[in-house]
């Protein structure tokens, strides 16, 4: 496995080849949820490319940034066993060498459920995965339907802005107990990863709104919010100081 810590650098080596490339993005800390799209893109082209980048700007908070799991070495292994061929971990500097004062944004969809607790959260997702499909120029990326309003705001920016890449969204990758893979699981106390699991047990019950958030108050989540769009039940929710999201089709 390459890698790659200068995008201008890696742009040399990209322009090398013709083969079809997909693209992982992460902010690492790699469980078995980024594996399995990393497993997909190794499937579906010749190239496969992971970039790890904790992305300062689509952090509200700045002690969720602080605490974000970093896990860099065993990651490097974990790729490396996984035959990615190439490990793009770009500096901050280059890759915000305009202080952020250039912005994607979107003006809809971006406001509500995670919107509109983490405000600007979105424009710094949009604008950090514009910026990493233009330097990875890959055919393909791959993001988890776990961060579903995540991956509908990608998939539509990459439409709107006739972007050569195709989004592609991936199933959501449980434990056996039901709880979504997610790096900030880490986080939890063994007690609150006890706990854990009812969150998504709760949400797919076929329980009204108003009911999920009872049961899930009554065992100590904390709501950030229960909303159903469409067919799909969306929900984020506290425990301590980790903050858990999932939705459910229905
Ligand atoms: O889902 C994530 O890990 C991040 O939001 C992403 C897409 C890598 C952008 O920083």
Not at 5 to 33: C, D, Y
Not at 137 to 164: P, R, S
Not at 199 to 224: A, M, N, Q, R
Request: proline residues 2%; hydrophobic residues 35%; charged residues 30%.
């Amino acid at each position: 496995m390459k890698i790659f810590k200068s995008i201008k650098t890696w742009q040399v080596e990209r322009n090398k080849t013709s083969k079809t490339i997909g693209f992982v993005p992460t902010m690492g800390a790699l469980h078995e949820g980024h594996l399995s799209l990393i497993k997909k893109s190794k499937k579906e082209n010749k190239i496969t490319i992971v970039s790890i980048f904790v992305n300062p700007t689509q952090f509200n908070d700045k002690k969720d940034l602080n605490n974000y799991p970093n896990t860099l070495e065993k990651d490097i292994k974990e790729l490396k066993k996984m035959g990615t061929d190439y490990l793009i971990m770009p500096k901050y500097s280059e890759i915000y060498a305009d202080n952020y004062t250039y912005k994607v944004s979107e003006d809809k969809l971006s406001k509500i459920l995670c919107g509109s607790s983490r405000k600007g959260h979105f424009d710094g997702v949009l604008t950090i995965v514009m910026k990493l499909l233009n330097i990875a120029q890959a055919d393909k990326a791959y993001f988890g339907e776990k961060d579903y309003q995540q991956y509908v705001l990608i998939k539509k920016m990459a439409e709107t802005f006739f972007m050569k890449t195709k989004i592609i969204g991936c199933k959501t990758i449980k434990e056996k107990d039901g709880l979504a893979k997610s790096s900030r699981n880490l986080l939890l106390t063994e007690k609150e990863r006890k706990l854990a699991p009812n969150f998504y047990k709760i949400l797919k019950t076929k329980k009204s709104v108003p009911e999920k958030k009872k049961s899930l108050i009554k065992l100590g989540f904390k709501i950030d919010y229960i909303e159903k769009h469409d067919d799909r039940i969306f929900g984020a929710v506290k425990l301590g100081k980790v903050r858990l999201i999932d939705n459910v089709k229905i």
